[in-house]
């Protein structure tokens, strides 16, 4: 909804010129952001039930199961769709009251980028000096926008946790239990979700974060770097918030098994192999590899001349 805001701010300035007020104004996105998360919701309902009777055929292969329920409250799901749209509204909310709380001269001025920061390592002259200037580049865009890195660091966390857990599932069936071929299905499944979940978010705000610096990837070519520095520009970076992702997932995935494990009734967290620790990093970063992959062409074909000109 930022984004979307931000490329419609001379927009916004005109409203805001003829006297429209700003709930006027942001009424269009207040509602662009229900109906979305509405559709969104609408499908995830299906999916859920798919989902919850997948795990029920599959666990029923293994173990004895209750009779299914012939009436589930919809309450849950109606509590969980209220708390997400009430979110995304109060997200627009926020951004859009900023926006046409400004004034139109300046919203219809081209939104400066934002100032580079300093990093921890400067502290450290003698450390500092002897980073080659890509990486320092690297580290300092970083932390230029900190909300999108902190989304990043979040969400691989929450990804790098399912991982864990899928592979501590499946770490506890193929060593300490039997007859339970079915329940490997379901943490593989678990394991595939979270890393396509780990695509998601990256090629996402990725792929914003490359729409907003045309410019600077402009200017790279026109210095004549080469395809693969350009790249590299933004590689990096997507690495280094997915490896620190992947270190606050640990701790995510150990409650993650503690709880799985408190519900099956065997298995501890000391217990999972290490193996299976280091295998979900390695799994995030292949599903990141796949996306910077994905990224390439987008990358690589900004167009110079466009992103250069001056706004008239």
């Given amino acids: 909804m930022t984004r979307l805001l931000n490329e419609e701010r001379a ?3 005109c409203l805001a010129t003829l006297g429209y007020s700003p709930l006027q104004i942001l009424f269009k996105y207040f509602l662009f952001a229900i109906t979305a998360t509405a559709a969104g919701g609408f499908g995830a309902h299906f999916l859920s039930i798919g989902i919850s009777n997948l795990v029920y055929t599959v666990f ?3 173990y004895v199961m209750p009779p299914v329920a012939a009436y589930v409250t919809p309450f849950f799901y109606f509590l969980v769709l209220g708390v997400i749209i009430l979110g995304t509204l109060a997200v627009t909310a926020i951004a859009g009251g900023k926006m046409t709380g400004d004034m139109p001269a300046n919203l219809l001025r081209p939104k400066a980028p934002r100032a580079g920061r300093k990093v921890f390592l400067e ?6 000096k002897r980073i080659p200037f890509k990486y320092k580049s690297t580290l300092r865009n970083v932390f230029r926008y900190v909300s999108r890195f902190l989304m990043s660091v979040v969400s691989i966390a929450f990804s790098t946790g399912l991982v864990l857990t899928g592979l501590a599932l499946l770490d506890l069936c193929i060593f300490h239990l039997t007859n ?9 499944v678990i394991i595939v979700f979270a890393g396509l979940l780990t695509a998601v978010v990256i090629y996402t705000l990725t792929n914003i974060s490359i729409s907003e610096r045309n410019r600077e990837i402009a200017t790279l070519m026109v210095l004549g770097y080469s395809d693969k520095e350009v790249t590299g520009y933004i590689y990096r970076e997507i690495y280094i918030n997915s490896l620190i992702g992947a270190l606050f997932g640990y701790p995510v995935g150990a409650l993650l098994s503690w709880l799985l494990y408190s519900v099956i009734g065997s298995g501890v967290v000391g217990g999972i192999s290490w193996f299976m620790w280091l295998a979900a990093p390695v799994i995030i970063m292949f599903f990141t590899l796949l996306v910077t992959f994905l990224l390439k062409h987008k990358i690589l074909s900004v167009n110079m001349n466009d992103s250069l000109k001056a706004v008239e």
Avoid: D, E, Y
Wanted: proline share 5%; charged share 10%.
């Fill in 180 to 188: 339970t071929a079915a329940i490997v299905g379901i943490s593989i």
């Fill in 123 to 128: 502290k450290f002259p003698r450390l500092w």
């Fill in 11 to 13: 927009q916004i300035a």
């Fill in 60 to 62: 029923g292969a293994s």
